[in-house]
Structures are given as C-alpha cells and as structure tokens.
C-alpha cells in the first residue's frame, strides 16, 4: 500500500511538472520563403516547433500546417483569422473548390474532414482541415488558395501558395499538464 501512494505521488508530480523526451521527428517543414513559419501548438517539440506557414494581409492572416496521418495519408490543415470588429461571421466565406495541391501532382482532390468558423470579440476564425489520402511519405506538400478562396464581405482573398518538405531531424518532445 505505501508504494502505491509514493508511486502516485510521483507519477501526479511528473505531471504536473511536465516531462522531456528526446527523439527523432519526422514532419513537415515549412518553406519559409513561402511566408513566416509559426507554431501550430503551444507545447510539444521544442526545435521543430514553427511548423506551420503563415501569411498576413490588411485584415485577415492564413496558417497551413500539413502533417503525416495515422492512416497513411497527409492532413492539411488551413484557418484563416479575420481582424474586423464590424464583420459578422456570415460575410466570411471558404470556397474548398478554390484550394488546389500543387504537389504531388496528379493526385485525387483534397478530401474535406473538417470544418469549423467562430467568432468572438471581433475576431472571426474559420478553418478547414483536409485528407490526402494514401500519402504517407510524400515528399513535398504544396498547396494553392486561388484566388477568392476566402471571400470577406464580397472581396475575395489573393492566391496563396505554401510549401513543406518532409524532413527528419533530432527534437526533444515536451508536455506538461499545463498544455
């Protein structure tokens, strides 16, 4: 019984302080000459962290961020954030048919998984989250949002293309219960 408690302990204590675990990550690395890399979450690998692309305009930024699947496909993962108090969430709109990949060529059409918009505060997040199917070790991911891709308030958005190079390289993974 007292090794149990002194082994819950410690197992509760590791939580919450967190935990580091060296490794080797294979991902996607973003092209930076394709816009700014950025994180996609606040905690996980600390060298390979900016692992997304991110490109600003006047009022409104996009983020991709592509990576591998657990069923043997690519995930594509692209949000757009709308900066215009006056804006209601109903003059934002995402036309899938307008996202095109680049590479791989000849490849089926991005399969829509998700779909979410929320507004708050003036802000106005809408994203989409795509499938390519049958693509675990695909080099190259490069995706085009033609133009008007995203429409605000009747205006629609400039082309946009994002590039990431499957890569491998040392990382330490950290989490903590914080994340």
């Not at 305009?57 to 757009?80: H, L, M, P, W």
């Not at 693509?135 to 590039?163: D, H, N, W, Y």
Request: aromatic share 10%; glycine share 6%; with cysteine.
């Amino acid at each position: 019984m007292k090794l149990r408690t002194i082994l819950l302990i410690g197992t509760l204590a590791i939580g919450l302080s967190g935990c580091v675990i060296p490794t080797d990550r294979t991902y996607y690395k973003p092209e930076e000459s394709y816009g700014e890399a950025v994180a996609s979450q606040s905690c996980g690998y600390l060298r390979t962290n900016q692992d997304s692309l991110k490109q600003s305009f006047n009022d409104y930024s996009v983020k991709v961020n592509a990576s591998q699947d657990g069923r043997n496909g690519v995930t594509i993962s692209v949000s757009a954030i709308v900066d215009r108090p006056q804006l209601d969430i109903n003059d934002i709109l995402f036309d899938t048919n307008k996202v095109h990949l680049i590479q791989p060529e000849n490849r089926e059409k991005l399969k829509t998984k998700n779909a979410f918009k929320h507004q708050s505060y003036g802000t106005i997040w809408i994203s989409r989250t795509f499938l390519l199917p049958d693509a675990p070790f695909e080099q190259v991911i490069e995706l085009e949002l033609a133009p008007g891709a995203i429409t605000i308030k009747g205006r629609p958005s400039e082309r946009m293309v994002f590039k990431f190079s499957l890569t491998t390289t040392f990382d330490v993974l950290y989490f903590s219960i914080n994340c």
